[in-house]
């Protein structure tokens, strides 16, 4: 069963400090993964994914995750962060073994706040 | 390019009424839909979803049905709303790997 996990509730850091915010997954197989945001009364939008490839996935507004295998986890980086980044961070996670109509998986959301 | 659309934004419903909202998909042939509810702007449940024209999926037991009439169109609805229906309900379409989402309908059942 597939199934991803985000520790963390809530992550406070300061404007221009380097932020992370913490996912880690479990599947059967290899794994696609995600990230999305979602900003207030918004639908989540998508950030980044990984499918294969190169372990350091950059994607939307300065935003990077990456891939360790044997860590099974997919961490979202950014090196300086910004206040207009505070927002709801989704990870998600689906089995590349099965068929694309089946579900992606997603965390319970880690809220990301950045003060100024 | 695709876009994905929902309506109402917001909509305040007594308990006991009925309940239709509407998702439609533009730019793309035979997505794949899903309704999602999130409750307390935090995780997602995933309602059902759709593969194609009358194929629903649920995915819990609830109060709740969904119908896909045509291959861009999707459809959440209920008979008699509980208070526990309260939530922020998405749509979204997906093609391969990726989800897009729509920007959502707040429910508040009273």
């Known amino acids: 069963a597939q199934s991803v996990a985000q520790p963390e509730d809530q992550v406070n850091v300061a404007e221009g400090n380097p932020l992370t915010v913490k996912c880690t997954y479990s599947v059967s197989g290899n794994p696609y993964l995600f990230w999305y945001v979602q900003y207030p009364n918004r639908g989540l939008q998508f950030l980044l994914k990984?499918?294969?490839?190169?372990?350091l996935v950059k994607g939307s507004y300065g935003f990077e995750a990456e891939f360790n295998k044997s860590q099974t986890s997919f961490h979202l980086k950014k090196p300086s962060a910004l206040v207009s980044d505070s927002a709801l961070y989704f990870c998600?996670?689906?089995?590349?073994?099965?068929?694309?109509?089946?579900?992606?998986?997603f965390g319970s959301g880690t809220r990301l706040s950045i003060r100024p | 390019s695709q876009t994905i659309h929902q309506w109402p934004a917001t909509l305040v419903q007594p308990v006991g009424s009925p309940l239709s909202l509407e998702c439609t998909v533009e730019?793309?042939?035979?997505?794949?839909l899903y309704w999602y509810r999130q409750a307390a702007g935090r995780g997602l449940q995933l309602l059902f979803y759709s593969v194609g024209i009358g194929q629903i999926s649920s995915e819990v037991p609830q109060n709740l049905s969904a119908s896909r009439p045509q291959d861009r169109q999707f459809i959440l609805s209920s008979k008699k709303l509980l208070l526990s229906d309260s939530g922020f309900y998405l749509c979204?379409?997906?093609?391969?790997?990726?989800?897009?989402f729509g920007p959502g309908t707040r429910l508040t059942v009273t």
């Open positions: 990984y499918i294969t490839g190169d372990n």
């Open positions: 979204a379409w997906s093609v391969e790997n990726e989800q897009y």
């Open positions: 730019g793309t042939s035979n997505p794949n």
């Open positions: 998600a996670v689906r089995d590349r073994r099965s068929s694309s109509a089946s579900k992606i998986i």
